[in-house]
């Protein structure tokens, strides 16, 4: 299983108080997750008019396709021009070993 996760911090421009900012938000949160089908939400900045940080996380099996698909989020919500992208980070992390311990070998229908 492979995870990949982003943070990206948005300037906000225009807004002239917390609900156009959330208009704003709210658009790039449901256009983002309707086009890729992926986790994605505010965790932080809450309180600012004309800054917010969001987060997302995509789950698979393959590390280039999540890898492309993180590249292809970020630039995504870049080219949406409703906010400026400030800064972004990614991490990629692969959880193989946890899938190959001794809970693999489980009989169907049967659990510990």
Partial sequence: ??????????RIFGCGSLKEKRGVLSR?????QNEFNV?????????HWRKARIGFCVVGNDKPY??????HIL????????AEV????IEI??????????DT????????
């Fill in 1 to 10: 299983m492979v995870v990949g996760t982003g943070v990206i911090d948005l």
């Fill in 28 to 32: 790039i949160l449901r256009r983002t």
């Fill in 75 to 82: 630039r995504f919500v870049d080219q949406l021009g409703l």
């Fill in 39 to 47: 986790s994605i939400a505010e965790v932080g900045d809450n309180d």
């Fill in 93 to 102: 992390a692969s959880f193989s070993d946890l899938l190959e311990g001794p």
């Fill in 66 to 71: 999540i890898n492309a698909k993180v590249d």
């Fill in 105 to 112: 070998d489980i009989e169907e229908g049967k659990y510990e």
């Fill in 86 to 89: 400030v800064r972004s980070r």
